[in-house]
Nanobody, 117 residues
Framework: QVQLVESGGGLVQAGGSLRLSCAAS????????MAWYRQRPGKERDLVAT?????????NYADSVKGRFTISRDDAKNTVYLQMNSLKPEDTAVYYC?????????WGQGTHVTVSS
């Protein structure tokens, strides 16, 4: 089993930056993909970015965050990061970490990000 602990959310002004972290523990060797999702107020949960633990750490981003957000990972710490720059009020959301293995998917508890105008 894999457990996830997220951190790094908070309140920031538009144009500012935040870095989210998601630390995995447990059977981390079975994780294939690590991802960030977000759920904006009144909206469905959407994919923000993914990073593979195979395929030379290939990444994928939602169009709305390309060029502003960067996903990365530290395998030694079993942690995935989301560096968020040039934040906009529409980035306000609960951000969730998700990991996927061959037969499972695990979600983090979510961390709140609020961007003020």
């Amino acid at each position: 089993q894999v457990q996830l602990v997220e951190s790094g959310g908070g309140l920031v002004q538009a144009g500012g930056s935040l870095r989210l972290s998601c630390a995995a523990s447990g059977s981390t060797s079975s994780i294939n993909v690590m991802a960030w999702y977000r759920q904006r107020p009144g909206k469905e949960r959407d994919l923000v970015a993914t990073i593979s633990r195979i395929s030379r750490a290939s990444t994928n981003y939602a169009d709305s965050v390309k060029g502003r957000f960067t996903i990365s990972r530290d395998d030694a710490k079993n942690t995935v990061y989301l560096q968020m720059n040039s934040l906009k009020p529409e980035d306000t959301a609960v951000y969730y970490c998700r990991v996927l293995g061959g037969t499972f998917t695990i979600w983090g508890q979510g961390t709140h990000v609020t961007v003020s105008s």
